[in-house]
């Protein structure tokens, strides 16, 4: 089959073009006992398989095969699953299993279970043909869900899922979103349903990424530092830089929170964090709050809500011998509107 690879992460390099990842032919993987084999139709681009690229996030081993916002079907079943057959549409997420016994596990935290394994990370995901994947973690795809707008909710939409509810924003309050890419976009659509009686203000450093903001119903949209109309109740960071946080806390209400909805901050902008101010931006109860991973119950929830309320990502089909140029349009943000998707 085909796939690509990550040998090993780095930065790139100041000439020449920056290709990470290289297309070669390797063998299926072995379907074991619990597990689906799913044919790849689409695979998301996401920040994370950034981060692995450049190094801020390290594999286990390598090669490694990114990816893991993954809708396909099912070609084959392994021994004991229930629930699923062959040709079944599915979608594989950021959490591939967890060890279902620890107290994080039982407490319906299995987001930080110590035996968490990560799709695309732990092990290999889906930009390639086929995958496999336990079938406890599937995630079964809603019929009126095309596969390229279904494929950012897996994460961008899922993280933003769980960001919000983490929030713990007053109902009314305005929520504050810093940055608007993939995730971003996803949030503010479901921030308007989920919490129609608050205001949705966006803090984005491009004006087109604003007058998208405002496109999907944003109440008002700024730069980076710029005051909004009235204090911030909450808000979600999706960047990968440390100034909209402290921007984003310097007009936030006493008691607020900014949930930080990545997985790794580069630190090209890790001095960024040494100019917070304590007494302005953290004093009052003020808070900054980390999402790890996702649940399936996330990953579910999100699914539905989109399918229910009409909700669908903005996003670009590529194929999938263009990951390197995709991940460098996220590296120098020029993806555009919304989110990449791979199409195998």
Not at 295 to 306: F, S
Request: charged residues 20%.
């Amino acid at each position: 089959m085909r796939a690509m690879l990550l040998d090993q992460p780095g930065p790139a390099t100041p000439t020449g073009p920056w290709r990470p990842l290289e297309m070669r032919g390797v063998p299926a993987p072995v379907l074991g006992d619990g597990e689906l084999m799913v044919r790849v139709d689409v695979c998301g681009v996401c920040r994370t398989d950034l981060d692995l690229a450049e190094g801020r996030l390290i594999a286990p081993q390598y090669p490694l095969v990114p990816g893991h916002q993954v809708v396909g079907h099912v070609v084959k079943v392994g021994r004991g699953v229930f629930g699923f057959r062959e040709g079944d549409r599915v979608g594989i997420a950021w959490i591939n299993s967890a060890d279902g016994v620890c107290d994080f596990c039982r407490s319906g935290n299995e987001n930080l279970c110590p035996n968490f394994r990560s799709t695309g990370c732990d092990v290999n995901g889906g930009y390639a043909d086929f995958l496999t994947v336990p079938a406890a973690f599937a995630h079964e795809i809603p019929s009126s869900m095309p596969d390229v707008e279904t494929a950012p909710l897996l994460c961008a939409g899922a993280i933003g899922w769980r960001s919000l509810g983490l929030t713990n924003i007053p109902e009314g309050a305005p929520l504050g979103l810093t940055g608007f890419g993939a995730s971003a976009h996803l949030v503010l659509q479901f921030a308007l349903r989920r919490f129609p009686q608050s205001p949705v203000f966006v803090f984005a450093r491009k004006p087109a990424e604003r007058e998208f903001a405002l496109s999907l119903g944003a109440a008002w949209a700024g730069d980076t530092c710029d005051v909004p109309p009235e204090k911030l109740g909450a808000a979600i960071d999706t960047t990968p830089a440390w100034t909209p946080v402290l921007c984003a806390l310097e007009a936030m209400r006493p008691g607020g929170r900014i949930v930080i909805n990545a997985i790794r901050k580069d630190d090209r902008f890790k001095q960024q964090l040494l100019q917070l101010d304590y007494g302005r931006q953290l004093w009052m109860e003020r808070e900054i709050k980390s999402a790890a991973n996702v649940t399936r119950r996330d990953v579910r929830e999100c699914l539905a809500a989109a399918a229910e309320w009409g909700i669908r990502p903005t996003a670009r089909e590529l194929p999938l011998e263009n990951a390197n140029e995709a991940l460098d349009a996220l590296r120098l943000g020029t993806v555009g509107r919304g989110a990449l998707v791979l199409r195998m």
